[in-house]
């Protein structure tokens, strides 16, 4: 029982350090973030910090690792929820995707500041890489299932959540570029959707799916987000031009 316990509160303390890590991350940048201001942070010792992670790259590692078990968790029920169609379980793991950012906006918008800066390269490539790794094979899955109900007609779904996947990430960095656009927040929602009814089609051809079948994004949530960044785009921009600098320092 001692034995459990220990494991229990060595699991809590490593996700408070990955916790802590992730906020720095937000705010500093990866690369400008150094142990120190995690052990500053945490008021913990070096020592006590190499008990959980061997290394700044670890560190990186486990935070990786972090938001693909959160996605993970999401998916999953969805890839095996036996109710749903091929086609919905994908329309199911757009919305749900779509309010878990929404849940973290606040966060995501900090983020937004310093994730496309230099800083944050490496942790951005880790971040896709995993996507890939993770990601990719739940997707295929469903194109599988699709193909098997005929609602997909996808010439080759093993590979299809690689493509979605890579497509996403690309998309992504359009639609942030968009977000940090100076423009009024009508204007942003409208070249947003447009941006997303690209993707559909592209991910739609790729799946062999209807045209039309898939909802990337509703517009009430391509608002909200489009509102919460038009009074702040001038200062993001701002940022975005300097590399995400403010309040950063070296390793």
Do not use: C
Not at 11 to 37: C, F, K, N, P, W
Not at 96 to 120: C, I, P
Not at 198 to 210: F, K, M
Not at 223 to 232: L, N, V
């Amino acid at each position: 029982m001692a034995r459990v316990v220990k494991e229990q509160d060595y699991a809590a303390r490593r996700g408070e350090i990955l916790a802590t890590a992730q906020r720095l991350v937000a705010t500093m940048g990866y690369e400008h973030m150094s142990i120190q201001d995690v052990l500053d942070a945490m008021q913990m010792s070096k020592g006590a910090f190499y008990h959980y992670f061997g290394s700044k790259h670890a560190l990186l590692e486990a935070l990786t690792e972090r938001q693909l078990d959160a996605a993970e968790q999401r998916l999953l029920p969805i890839v095996h929820d036996p109710e749903l169609s091929a086609l919905a379980k994908y329309n199911r793991f757009f919305a749900v995707g779509n309010t878990w950012k929404l849940e973290q906006k606040d966060f995501l918008l900090k983020l937004m500041r310093v994730w496309y800066a230099d800083s944050n390269a490496i942790m951005r490539h880790k971040v896709r890489v995993a996507g890939l790794r993770v990601i990719a094979p739940l997707l295929a899955e469903i194109a599988k299932q699709g193909v098997a109900e005929g609602t997909l007609n996808a010439a080759f779904p093993d590979q299809v959540g690689l493509i979605v996947i890579s497509m996403a990430h690309d998309f992504g960095d359009l639609l942030i570029e968009q977000l940090l656009a100076r423009e009024p927040a009508i204007v942003k929602a409208q070249r947003m959707q447009q941006t997303l009814d690209v993707y559909a089609d592209a991910i739609e051809r790729v799946l062999g799916a209807a045209a039309g079948s898939l909802t990337i994004a509703d517009p009430s949530v391509l608002r909200a987000w489009a509102e919460a960044t038009s009074d702040e785009a001038e200062d993001m921009v701002a940022d975005a031009a300097t590399g995400g600098s403010n309040g950063t320092h070296s390793s």
